[in-house]
């Protein structure tokens, strides 16, 4: 079984930033991507950025230049920087991970993490 732990949540004023990360445990032969993915009280969980294994970066519009993905392949990581937040930022983050473990192929999520931005 592969378990993925976040941490790094919390409350923020507008401007402020904060840092995620997302370590993943387990017998694990290898990730592809990884990503963080965001669900605001009352609205659909959207991705907001995803790396893959060798560091290509992708990001929704709203949060490019304030953003940044990244991971540390050696300890099965990855972050997201958050810079100049603001309260649409507010939302519960998930991270996620395409794993290759003994059983095969498959998605995992986090168990998400709070941030919360205020005006």
């Known amino acids: 079984q592969v378990h993925l732990l976040e941490s790094g949540g919390g409350l923020v004023q507008t401007g402020g930033s904060l840092r995620l990360s997302c370590a993943a445990s387990g017998i694990i032969f290898s990730i592809n991507s990884m990503g963080w993915y965001r669900q605001p009280p009352g609205k659909e969980r959207e991705l907001v950025a995803g790396?893959?294994?060798?560091?290509?970066?992708n990001y929704v519009d709203s949060v490019k230049g304030r953003f940044t993905i990244s991971r540390d392949n050696a300890k099965n990581t990855v972050y997201l920087q958050m810079n100049s937040l603001k309260p649409e930022d507010t939302a519960v983050y998930y991270c996620?991970?395409?794993?290759?473990?003994?059983?095969?192929?498959?998605?995992?999520w986090g168990q998400g993490t709070q941030v919360t931005v205020s005006s």
């Open positions: 790396i893959s294994s060798g560091g290509s970066t």
């Open positions: 996620n991970a395409d794993v290759i473990t003994i059983g095969g192929r498959r998605y995992y």
